[in-house]
């Protein structure tokens, strides 16, 4: 009879089919509660189920991985947008109720400004990883105006100028909204929001 030593049993990993979803998944809740230094690549395979070596087979990196959690985030961000503005847009203009959007959205959803601090705290550190974030803001920004030549008729050049200013605004008021959570901010949104109603030539 043996002495009844109890052996793990070793685990096989494998690739399986949505391990990069639950690496981001994993990414996404580490990423944005702990922040990019504080969070390891092993607290996140873990989380997500998978090895450590196998991480690195999906991302060469935690910044890497960051800048995945920030694409699908942005993407879960624009969809409550979204639904908020077709909410809030039932009996006014999109003019009317673009910013509110913003702000209702932004404050109860805080997580997808926090991970686009620690996107721009990294491009900061990091001066290699800069082109990477100018890549986002640079999407961010033709969203953004894109969605204001069709909802208000504005020709490209101003809704451009106008979306470089939202894109700023919005960034600035969410990051005093994460410092200062009861903060009300609606009267500055409100202030913002009138550049959707500007007439062509208003901006040169």
């Not at 399986?16 to 990414?27: F, H, P, T, V, W």
């Not at 009317?96 to 805080?110: G, K, N, T, Y």
Request: hydrophobic share 40%; net charge neutral.
């Amino acid at each position: 009879m043996d002495d009844q030593t109890v052996k793990k049993e070793k685990k096989n990993w494998t690739h399986r089919k949505d391990n990069r979803e639950q690496l981001i998944s994993a990414g996404y809740k580490l990423l944005s509660t702990k922040g990019i230094e504080a969070t390891t690549v092993k607290e996140v395979a873990r989380l997500a189920g998978v090895s450590p070596g196998l991480f690195h087979y999906y991302f060469a990196s935690k910044d890497e991985l960051l800048m995945a959690v920030i694409y699908e985030a942005g993407a879960s961000f624009s969809q409550q947008l979204m639904q908020e503005v077709r909410k809030l847009a039932a009996e006014r203009s999109f003019s009317e109720v673009a910013m509110l959007a913003v702000a209702a959205v932004s404050r109860d959803h805080p997580t997808w400004y926090r991970l686009r601090y620690e996107l721009y705290a990294l491009g900061l550190r990091n001066p290699d990883f800069l082109p990477a974030v100018g890549k986002m803001l640079e999407k961010g920004r033709q969203g953004i105006a894109q969605t204001i030549c069709q909802e208000t008729g504005l020709d490209e050049q101003q809704a451009e100028a106008i979306a470089a200013i939202i894109h700023a605004c919005t960034d600035g008021l969410a990051l005093q909204q994460l410092a200062q959570p009861g903060l009300d901010l609606t009267a500055s949104y409100r202030l913002v929001q009138s550049l959707l109603t500007a007439k062509p030539g208003d901006v040169e």
